[in-house]
């Protein structure tokens, strides 16, 4: 009867698991990995098969830029059978939900989609690989016969090794550049005949192209996946607290992480409520006054469809953009493209009056899960490091135009010039890899602000205080504390 017992007990955390992954499959519609269907995506004589986990595809057109990596990889291993487990989800936290239930209970694909800061989390509980021992190593696929690790760009790579250990969870395939799209014919319709380069310029374009009739801005944000509202704050509170970040960079990278904002808050240094953390708000309501009207109500989608129709002279997108817009049979106008210009002293006295841009994070970094053994493993490494090498990166570029990661990777012409020309963020504060909620709430108390239904102290209180418990869960989670030096003491 005893054993018994001790077998039923046994049982339960394994049927705990199975529950928690049947309860986050039915927020998201999995496809399981199956044949391809095509013939050029098969190895008839492999001997090992391997799963890749990505987001379900809007476009047909896009499967086919996923097959066609696949059969190119499959080209030069022929012992190797790659399969795609296509996931569809609405949202950031769904996938995170899903991804934590399949690599808890042993069944994420074997080369799977995540973020470098939830990787983390997850390798920190022993459910992926640390990936630095191969990225020491030469990338096979790297045509210059350099290691994994030196065909990214220092800052890049650097982001994705957690600094508590120097594990690196996962890699990424692309970065990002964001940049304001503009349409050169309404440019010129107001007499505009140059791009902005200060806060304060872009003020005045946007006057003059108010006074001709037409719509500055197009920001769409009706939701926190919409972004602009978010990057325009983190941008402009970034070039605010620049001379913070020397405090805050405990372990002298250049890279505020989460232990150090966890510490950086905890000593105070970090303040929402005070200048200059708090001061980028006033900005956002200074440059609303030139969005097109209606934009809490509008998405991303709606905001696409009125630049293309010429409703509106400017957008704020990300590079890979520039194909959808590019590619709209009904565009008939000419298409430009510049980085957000920077804040003066006069726009903020804090400001450090140099070029600061929204990008530059990993994009499309992929996991490989620590159930991933033997042979499996050697596959899924070998997968990856295709997948990030120039001829991947350049598979990529082409067929999503990515910004790629990797260095020395061929771009289409189109793509010229979409890079960071500036300095990126050291302190990801809001973005959503530190706290959903704090991310979301941005963004859904930053519309009441905008409409004038709360007060620039009511707005940064609310986000003050997602800080401060996304800072108390993140200490009590990983033991972090001053006695430890938030993680860093060995």
């Known amino acids: 009867m005893e054993n018994k017992r001790k077998q039923r007990s046994l049982r339960l955390p394994a049927l705990l698991v199975a529950l928690a992954a049947a309860v986050s499959v039915s927020a998201c519609t999995i496809q399981s990995p199956a044949e391809p269907e095509k013939e050029s995506t098969k190895n008839a004589g492999a001997s090992v098969t391997i799963s890749w986990g990505v987001q379900k595809p809007k476009k047909e057109a896009d499967e086919s830029v996923y097959n066609k990596v696949i059969s190119e990889y499959m080209k030069l291993n022929p012992k190797v059978q790659v399969k795609m487990a296509y996931t569809e989800y609405t949202d950031d936290a769904q996938w995170t939900t899903w991804l934590n239930s399949q690599l808890l209970g042993g069944a994420a694909p074997d080369v799977v989609a995540t973020w470098h800061v939830p990787a983390m989390e997850n390798f920190r509980k022993g459910l992926v690989v640390d990936l630095k021992p191969y ?89 926190p996946a919409d972004n602009v509202l978010n990057w325009l704050h983190r941008m402009f509170m970034d070039q605010m607290i620049e001379s913070y970040i020397p405090q805050l960079d405990l372990d002298k990278n250049g890279l505020i992480e989460l232990n150090e904002i966890v510490a950086g808050t905890q000593k105070g240094v970090i303040d929402l409520e005070k200048a200059p953390w708090g001061d980028s708000v006033d900005l956002l309501k200074t440059f609303s006054k030139y969005w097109y009207p209606g934009y809490n109500g509008i998405d991303t989608q709606t905001a696409t469809d009125l630049f293309i129709k010429q409703e509106g002279a400017m957008m704020m997108q990300t590079g890979n953009n520039l194909k959808t817009f590019i590619e709209n ?38 996991s490989i899960p620590s159930s991933a053994k033997g042979e499996k493993l050697d596959a899924a490494v070998n997968f990856l490091q295709f997948l990030a090498s120039e001829k991947g990166a350049a598979l990529f570029a082409e067929g999503f135009w990515w910004t790629p990661a990797t260095k020395d990777a061929t771009l289409p012409a189109a793509l010229n010039g979409m890079y960071i020309e500036g300095s990126t963020s050291s302190l990801r504060l809001l973005a959503p890899q530190t706290n959903q909620k704090l991310y979301q709430d941005d963004t859904m108390v930053g519309q009441l602000f905008l409409e004038g239904k709360t007060t620039a102290k009511e707005f940064n209180s609310i986000l003050n205080k997602d800080l401060k418990s996304t800072v108390d869960q993140l200490a009590k989670q990983n033991g972090w504390s001053e006695a430890n030096n938030w993680g860093l003491k060995k």
């Open 135 to 223: 990225l020491d190593k030469q990338n096979p696929y790297d045509s210059k016969q350099r290691s994994w690790w030196d065909s990214y760009s220092t800052g890049l790579i650097n982001q994705n090794m957690d600094n508590t250990n120097s594990a690196v969870p996962s890699v990424p395939l692309s970065t990002v550049a964001v940049k304001v799209f503009y349409n050169k014919s309404l440019f010129a319709k107001a007499g505009v005949t140059t791009t902005p380069k200060t806060f304060g310029e872009l003020l005045a374009i946007s006057e003059k192209l108010k006074t001709a009739g037409v719509a500055p801005f197009i920001a769409p944000n009706k939701s």
């Open 329 to 366: 049979p009904d565009r008939k106008f000419d298409i430009g493209f510049f980085s957000f210009p920077y804040l003066t002293k006069q726009d903020a006295p804090n400001a450090i009056e140099k070029l600061h841009e929204m990008g530059g994070a990993p994009q499309n970094n992929f």
